[in-house]
């Protein structure tokens, strides 16, 4: 019978039932979480989500990471056709670490060649501008 662990320390370690599938789930494991230190499930979620995001907008991309008050800091990322997307993390180490796993780029701020690469759509525009339409 499978179990599943619900100890929030080794979430995501569940039996496997033979003794090599558990074997190998333990070494993926062990491999994403040096990959992830630090991260919980939510911000290992946010930055696979970040990373699926690039992946379907041209396959590479750059982050800013900016200061956004007690929240925490917001990561902006810019993927190779322009699009840019984004998530919260309660640090600037939190973001780091999800950029990591996402395989993004850490920019150092808004560089120019950064900031002329983003393309915001119509509605960003019009969100931007502030009609509400």
């Not at 033979?18 to 930055?47: F, S």
């Not at 396959?59 to 925490?72: N, S």
Request: aromatic share 2%; net charge negative; proline share 4%.
């Amino acid at each position: 019978m499978d179990t599943k662990n619900t100890d929030p320390e080794q979430m995501g370690t569940e039996r496997m039932g033979t003794e090599g599938r558990d074997t190998e789930r333990r070494d993926t494991d062990h491999a994403e979480a040096e990959q992830t230190a630090g991260l919980n499930a939510a911000q290992a979620r946010h930055a696979d989500r970040l990373r699926a995001f690039v992946a379907a907008h041209g396959g590479a991309g750059a982050a800013v990471v900016e200061p956004i008050g007690r929240v925490g800091v917001r990561i902006v990322v810019v993927a190779e056709d322009g699009t840019y997307g984004d998530a919260v993390a309660p640090s600037a180490d939190t973001a780091a670490a999800m950029c990591r796993r996402a395989g993004i780029a850490v920019a150092d701020g808004w560089t120019r060649e950064l900031s002329a690469k983003v393309a915001p759509s119509p509605a960003d525009r019009r969100r931007m501008a502030g009609t509400g339409r």
